[in-house]
Protein backbone atom coordinates (compact mmCIF):
# COMPACT_ATOMS: atom_id res chain seq x y z
CA UNK A 1 0.00 0.00 0.00
CA UNK A 2 1.09 3.31 -0.67
CA UNK A 3 0.41 6.46 1.81
CA UNK A 4 1.22 9.88 1.38
CA UNK A 5 0.83 12.99 3.63
CA UNK A 6 -1.02 16.38 1.53
CA UNK A 7 0.93 18.63 2.64
CA UNK A 8 3.50 20.23 3.98
CA UNK A 9 2.26 23.29 3.06
CA UNK A 10 -1.21 23.51 4.84
CA UNK A 11 -2.31 26.36 2.46
CA UNK A 12 -1.00 24.16 -0.96
CA UNK A 13 -4.20 23.80 -3.06
CA UNK A 14 -5.59 20.42 -2.99
CA UNK A 15 -7.93 20.65 -5.74
CA UNK A 16 -6.23 19.24 -8.55
CA UNK A 17 -5.48 16.59 -6.30
CA UNK A 18 -8.04 15.67 -5.25
CA UNK A 19 -9.91 15.48 -8.85
CA UNK A 20 -7.23 13.38 -9.59
CA UNK A 21 -8.50 11.08 -6.81
CA UNK A 22 -11.82 10.93 -7.73
CA UNK A 23 -10.77 10.71 -11.75
CA UNK A 24 -9.68 7.75 -10.29
CA UNK A 25 -13.15 6.10 -9.50
CA UNK A 26 -14.00 4.51 -12.72
CA UNK A 27 -15.99 1.40 -11.22
CA UNK A 28 -16.77 3.44 -8.31
CA UNK A 29 -16.53 7.20 -6.17
CA UNK A 30 -18.17 7.74 -2.75
CA UNK A 31 -18.18 10.56 -1.29
CA UNK A 32 -19.00 11.86 2.37
CA UNK A 33 -18.04 15.35 2.94
CA UNK A 34 -19.48 17.58 5.68
CA UNK A 35 -19.86 20.93 3.79
CA UNK A 36 -20.08 21.45 0.31
CA UNK A 37 -20.83 25.14 -1.66
CA UNK A 38 -20.43 26.17 -5.15
CA UNK A 39 -16.58 25.49 -5.47
CA UNK A 40 -17.37 22.10 -4.81
CA UNK A 41 -20.52 21.44 -6.60
CA UNK A 42 -18.42 22.58 -9.94
CA UNK A 43 -15.68 20.09 -9.13
CA UNK A 44 -18.19 16.96 -8.33
CA UNK A 45 -20.21 18.57 -11.79
CA UNK A 46 -17.19 17.32 -13.38
CA UNK A 47 -17.72 13.37 -11.76
CA UNK A 48 -20.86 12.99 -13.09
CA UNK A 49 -20.08 9.96 -15.18
CA UNK A 50 -18.53 8.34 -12.33
CA UNK A 51 -21.55 9.19 -9.82
CA UNK A 52 -24.19 8.18 -11.84
CA UNK A 53 -22.81 4.49 -11.57
CA UNK A 54 -25.11 2.60 -9.21
CA UNK A 55 -22.04 2.06 -6.28
CA UNK A 56 -21.32 5.60 -6.42
CA UNK A 57 -22.77 8.51 -4.04
CA UNK A 58 -22.07 11.30 -2.06
CA UNK A 59 -23.27 12.55 1.36
CA UNK A 60 -22.80 15.80 2.61
CA UNK A 61 -24.18 17.93 5.75
CA UNK A 62 -27.16 19.79 5.99
CA UNK A 63 -25.76 22.66 7.83
CA UNK A 64 -23.88 25.73 6.12
CA UNK A 65 -22.14 26.22 4.38
CA UNK A 66 -23.40 23.67 2.32
CA UNK A 67 -25.07 25.57 -0.28
CA UNK A 68 -28.74 24.52 -1.46
CA UNK A 69 -29.27 26.28 -4.44
CA UNK A 70 -25.45 24.88 -5.91
CA UNK A 71 -26.41 21.13 -5.15
CA UNK A 72 -29.77 21.66 -6.75
CA UNK A 73 -27.71 21.78 -9.95
CA UNK A 74 -25.34 18.68 -8.80
CA UNK A 75 -28.92 16.87 -8.57
CA UNK A 76 -29.65 17.64 -12.13
CA UNK A 77 -27.13 15.46 -13.28
CA UNK A 78 -27.42 12.57 -9.88
CA UNK A 79 -30.72 12.29 -8.50
CA UNK A 80 -30.20 8.66 -7.12
CA UNK A 81 -27.06 9.65 -5.73
CA UNK A 82 -27.12 12.71 -3.96
CA UNK A 83 -27.84 12.33 0.08
CA UNK A 84 -27.92 14.97 2.89
CA UNK A 85 -27.04 13.93 6.44
CA UNK A 86 -29.26 16.11 8.72
CA UNK A 87 -27.27 15.08 11.91
CA UNK A 88 -28.23 13.31 15.12
CA UNK A 89 -30.74 14.07 17.64
CA UNK A 90 -28.38 12.98 20.22
CA UNK A 91 -26.91 13.76 21.96
CA UNK A 92 -27.39 17.45 22.30
CA UNK A 93 -24.73 19.81 23.39
CA UNK A 94 -25.51 23.33 25.23
CA UNK A 95 -24.91 26.25 22.97
CA UNK A 96 -23.68 24.51 20.07
CA UNK A 97 -26.52 22.57 18.91
CA UNK A 98 -27.10 18.96 17.55
CA UNK A 99 -23.43 16.46 16.28
CA UNK A 100 -23.75 16.63 12.34
CA UNK A 101 -21.73 14.48 10.01
CA UNK A 102 -18.39 15.52 9.42
CA UNK A 103 -16.67 13.49 7.62
CA UNK A 104 -14.29 14.18 4.97
CA UNK A 105 -13.48 11.15 2.57
CA UNK A 106 -13.20 10.05 -1.01
CA UNK A 107 -13.05 6.39 -1.99
CA UNK A 108 -12.18 5.57 -5.91
CA UNK A 109 -12.05 2.44 -6.89
CA UNK A 110 -11.04 0.92 -10.47
CA UNK A 111 -10.83 -2.75 -10.89
CA UNK A 112 -9.02 -3.98 -7.49
CA UNK A 113 -7.46 -0.41 -7.06
CA UNK A 114 -8.17 1.60 -4.66
CA UNK A 115 -7.46 5.26 -3.67
CA UNK A 116 -8.38 6.75 -0.26
CA UNK A 117 -8.72 10.57 0.85
CA UNK A 118 -8.95 11.44 4.03
CA UNK A 119 -8.22 14.85 5.70
CA UNK A 120 -9.49 17.95 6.45
CA UNK A 121 -10.96 19.52 3.29
CA UNK A 122 -14.32 20.20 2.69
CA UNK A 123 -15.85 20.77 -0.78
CA UNK A 124 -15.41 24.27 -0.34
CA UNK A 125 -13.53 26.87 -1.91
CA UNK A 126 -11.44 28.07 0.78
CA UNK A 127 -10.78 24.01 1.77
CA UNK A 128 -9.61 23.26 -1.06
CA UNK A 129 -7.98 26.06 -3.07
CA UNK A 130 -5.19 27.02 -0.04
CA UNK A 131 -7.56 29.34 1.74
CA UNK A 132 -7.84 27.26 5.29
CA UNK A 133 -5.07 25.05 6.92
CA UNK A 134 -6.05 21.87 5.66
CA UNK A 135 -4.09 18.11 5.27
CA UNK A 136 -4.87 14.44 4.14
CA UNK A 137 -3.89 11.24 3.94
CA UNK A 138 -4.01 9.40 0.35
CA UNK A 139 -3.66 5.62 0.11
CA UNK A 140 -3.64 3.77 -2.36
CA UNK A 141 -3.54 -0.42 -2.86
CA UNK A 142 -5.38 -3.03 -3.56
CA UNK A 143 -9.44 -2.32 -2.65
CA UNK A 144 -9.29 -5.72 -0.59
CA UNK A 145 -6.92 -4.15 1.94
CA UNK A 146 -8.44 -3.43 5.66
CA UNK A 147 -8.25 0.41 5.40
CA UNK A 148 -10.49 0.37 2.29
CA UNK A 149 -12.89 -1.70 3.16
CA UNK A 150 -13.35 -0.42 6.97
CA UNK A 151 -13.62 2.90 4.44
CA UNK A 152 -16.36 2.02 2.39
CA UNK A 153 -18.30 0.55 5.38
CA UNK A 154 -18.08 4.34 7.22
CA UNK A 155 -19.15 5.64 4.05
CA UNK A 156 -22.20 3.21 3.41
CA UNK A 157 -22.80 4.37 7.18
CA UNK A 158 -22.70 8.24 6.50
CA UNK A 159 -25.26 7.18 3.37
CA UNK A 160 -27.42 4.98 5.22
CA UNK A 161 -28.25 7.73 8.03
CA UNK A 162 -28.91 10.40 5.03
CA UNK A 163 -31.92 10.87 2.81
CA UNK A 164 -31.76 11.18 -0.68
CA UNK A 165 -31.56 15.22 -1.82
CA UNK A 166 -34.70 17.07 -2.58
CA UNK A 167 -34.79 20.00 -4.01
Not at 29 to 52: K, N, Y
Not at 95 to 114: D, F, N
Request: with cysteine; charged share 20%.
Amino acid sequence: MDIEFFAKNPRKSARTIMESVMNKGVDQLAIAIAFCSAAGVTLLRRQVARLEKPDSFVVVSSAQPTDYAELSKLYEAIPDNLFVHWGATAPYEKRTGTPLMHSKVIYARSAQECWLWVGSHNLTGNATQGGNCEAAVLLHGPHSDKPFVDALQHLNACRSEATRYDP
